[in-house]
């Protein structure tokens, strides 16, 4: 049996480099002076929390520039996310993962609303909506992002 905080290191590090992938691709749209604030459905504006947990409004990119740093960052370090089977999960694990979640999410969110466009006409909707679609069957099941931050997509979500 695979252990929870193994299953969740492992999506963690697929969600990132999927949803990175698809960001990556439409970066182009994704301007300074198209995306001036992080957005997402719902006039919701998604503001950064820098080192000190001081909030700063930044452009789309520049947030999601810091979301992909941060993330890669985090996976990369071996005291968080370890490789060696001989190492252990930080009790921090948990919320360090909530965060990468929560702030993947934003990039959706984000991608939804401001660049779903580009993402039609590059033929990519197909794999954010199944990349989407497993992000959410997988926070219903270990509750890493909060509701109130989700519902603002919940109508993309087939309804069982």
Not at 57 to 85: C, G, H, L, W
Not at 88 to 112: D, G, M
Not at 118 to 129: F, I, K, Q, Y
Request: hydrophobic fraction near 40%; charge should be negative; aromatic fraction near 14%.
């Amino acid at each position: 049996m695979i252990l929870p905080n193994t299953r969740i290191f492992s999506y963690a590090i697929d969600f990132f480099h999927h949803i990175n992938l698809i960001y990556g691709t439409i970066c182009e749209y994704c301007t300074l002076t198209g995306c001036p604030d992080m957005t997402g459905p719902g006039l919701r504006q998604y503001l950064w929390f820098d080192e000190k947990g001081k909030k700063t409004r930044v452009a789309a990119p520049q947030y999601v520039d810091y979301v992909m740093t941060f993330t890669q960052n985090t996976v990369n370090d071996e005291s968080i996310f370890p490789t060696k089977f001989e190492n252990e999960f930080p009790s921090s694990f948990e919320s360090i993962v909530k965060k990468i979640h929560r702030l993947l999410f934003h990039v959706l969110a984000h991608l939804y609303h401001a660049h779903f466009r580009e993402v039609v006409l590059l033929s990519l909707h197909a794999h954010l909506n199944c990349v989407f679609a497993h992000f959410v069957l997988f926070n219903e099941k270990f509750k890493l992002v909060d509701e109130k931050e989700t519902e603002i997509l919940h109508d993309l979500e087939m309804n069982n």
